[in-house]
């Protein structure tokens, strides 16, 4: 099988901007969006009432009452900054699979030699919104009714966007791993168990009646094998002194958020 070790040449690193760091940083918008709303709707409230000619008794009283929540929204806010994590940029390529037509050319060492050519299925039409900006999603049945799908993309962050698309799509239930190990969860629907990893721009999801069957899947599939020189890309933290603050607040579970992430993507 030929893969693609082609990679683009490195660019000069440069220091990501708050845009870019808040853009990879859910919990750190959603903190600042909550330190900055309270007071301006206090703010909002008292000139009202002014303007109405009421009392600002009651606004005062309100203030104080919400003295409290602004100091826990501030510290929200501290420790979701620790945590925020540097993008991992610049995006590029990195290892693939050689294409052919729209297809994988070497389908048996992708998808194994148990899997037939006929029982091999283009898996951009059958799930639109999830592969749509894949460079080729196919996926493989075998006679045990497991299936293995395999989606290759320009960049590993439509990758990372596909694997959330799936996550959402199928409704996955019991999510556990990461994005070094991969990740293992419940298909609610369909009642079955998935193992989803990536590595790079290339996605596999393994899909079986129990978990141990999915686990056996990806072993065969022997991915390090297939994909030479293909790394989890790691983000480094924005305030790297910052961090052993995490350790220490790590008790306050809900603010820092789990030290082992779960999602997926």
């Given at each position: 099988?030929?893969?693609?070790?082609?990679?683009?040449?490195?660019?000069?690193?440069?220091?990501?901007?708050?845009?870019?760091?808040?853009?990879?940083?859910?919990?750190?918008?959603?903190?600042?969006?909550?330190?900055?709303?309270?007071?301006?709707?206090?703010?909002?409230?008292?000139?009202?009432?002014?303007?109405?000619?009421?009392?600002?008794?009651?606004?005062?009283?309100?203030?104080?009452?919400?003295?409290?929540?602004?100091?826990?929204?501030?510290?929200?806010?501290?420790?979701?900054?620790?945590?925020?994590?540097?993008?991992?940029?610049?995006?590029?390529?990195?290892?693939?699979?050689?294409?052919?037509?729209?297809?994988?050319?070497?389908?048996?060492?992708?998808?194994?030699?148990?899997?037939?050519?006929?029982?091999?299925?283009?898996?951009?039409?059958?799930?639109?919104?999830?592969?749509?900006?894949?460079?080729?999603?196919?996926?493989?049945?075998?006679?045990?009714?497991?299936?293995?799908?395999?989606?290759?993309?320009?960049?590993?962050?439509?990758?990372?966007k596909a694997a959330l698309a799936y996550h959402r799509a199928f409704f996955l239930q019991n999510v556990t791993g990461d994005e070094a190990?991969?990740?293992?969860?419940?298909?609610?629907?369909?009642?079955?168990?998935?193992?989803?990893?990536?590595?790079?721009?290339?996605?596999?999801?393994?899909?079986?009646?129990?978990?141990?069957?999915?686990?056996?899947?990806?072993?065969?599939?022997?991915?390090?094998?297939?994909?030479?020189?293909?790394?989890?890309?790691?983000?480094?933290?924005?305030?790297?002194?910052?961090q052993p603050v995490t350790e220490t607040l790590s008790s306050l579970g809900w603010l820092l958020g789990r030290k082992e992430d779960r999602?997926?993507?």
């Open positions: 099988m030929k893969v693609s070790l082609a990679m683009n040449s490195p660019s000069q690193p440069s220091l990501p901007g708050v845009v870019d760091v808040l853009r990879v940083n859910e919990r750190l918008i959603i903190a600042l969006a909550m330190l900055a709303g309270l007071p301006f709707t206090l703010a909002v409230v008292g000139v009202m009432m002014r303007v109405c000619g009421a009392s600002l008794k009651p606004e005062v009283f309100a203030v104080g009452v919400a003295a409290a929540s602004i100091i826990a929204v501030v510290a929200l806010f501290v420790a979701q900054w620790v945590r925020a994590r540097i993008p991992v940029r610049p995006e590029e390529p990195g290892p693939g699979f050689a294409i052919q037509g729209g297809k994988f050319a070497d389908r048996e060492k992708v998808f194994g030699a148990d899997v037939p050519a006929f029982l091999i299925r283009d898996a951009k039409a059958v799930m639109p919104g999830v592969f749509d900006e894949a460079e080729v999603a196919e996926s493989g049945f075998t006679v045990n009714v497991e299936t293995m799908l395999v989606a290759q993309f320009p960049t590993p962050r439509e990758a990372r190990l991969g990740w293992k969860a419940r298909r609610s629907l369909q009642g079955d168990y998935v193992e989803m990893v990536r590595r790079g721009r290339v996605l596999f999801v393994w899909a079986c009646l129990s978990p141990e069957a999915c686990t056996e899947r990806r072993q065969q599939c022997d991915i390090e094998s297939l994909l030479p020189g293909c790394s989890v890309e790691k983000s480094a933290p924005h305030f790297s002194a910052l999602s997926i993507g």
